[in-house]
């Protein structure tokens, strides 16, 4: 068994400078930098998203206050489902009417 490992270890190629521990940890601190990076253009993007939609519900309330102030009451609407019952499926099939 010891001669197969043997064997199988002077088989693997030779690392190459991305295996060198010497630049591990600039490669590290690198990488960590380029995240910080990423993270704060992200940030920026999710605050801009966070801004549009509170302006975009604003809007929608303020819209619906000024189209609600001269509606009639809900009692004097008439139910959108009860105008057209008789066109309904289960009236087919033989429920009471």
Do not use: F
């Amino acid at each position: 068994m010891g001669d197969q490992l043997d064997d199988l270890l002077r088989a693997l190629p030779a690392p190459g400078d991305d295996h060198r521990l010497d630049q591990l940890e600039p490669l590290v601190w690198r990488r960590i930098e380029r995240s910080g990076r990423e993270a704060s253009v992200n940030g920026l993007t999710v605050r801009l998203q966070v801004a549009v939609a509170v302006c975009t519900l604003c809007l929608g309330v303020a819209l619906g206050w000024s189209q609600g102030a001269g509606a009639p009451p809900l009692r004097q609407q008439t139910p959108l489902l009860l105008t057209h019952a008789e066109l309904a499926l289960v009236t087919g099939l033989g429920a009471p009417r």
